[in-house]
């Protein structure tokens, strides 16, 4: 559980920052994030990406396996706005 601060608290277990990263291929990996809990405006992610990420970044996720916790605020992938998120877009395991 993590106890929260008084903004926005963000959890992930792969994080992209920035859309200046191009070609990146992300295969064969297990993500898990399972974490609750915080304060404000909180999630917990399993891949998180730039908020502006288009096909441009030449991104490839390929035979990933990814498991998320049952709270609310657990989701597959977000990006670096936390109001813009995308829960359950893959198969959760």
Known sequence: MLSGG???DVTTA????STSYTGISVKNNIFSNTMSGGAGTF???C???PSGA???MNLT???NAY???TCA???ILATTLPTTYLQQILIRL
């Open 73 to 75: 605020t657990n989701y």
């Open 67 to 69: 498991y998320q916790g």
């Open 6 to 8: 008084s903004g926005v």
């Open 61 to 63: 996720l390929n035979n």
């Open 14 to 17: 792969l994080g992209i920052s």
């Open 43 to 45: 999630i917990h992610s």
């Open 54 to 56: 288009t096909s441009t």
């Open 47 to 49: 891949v998180q990406l």
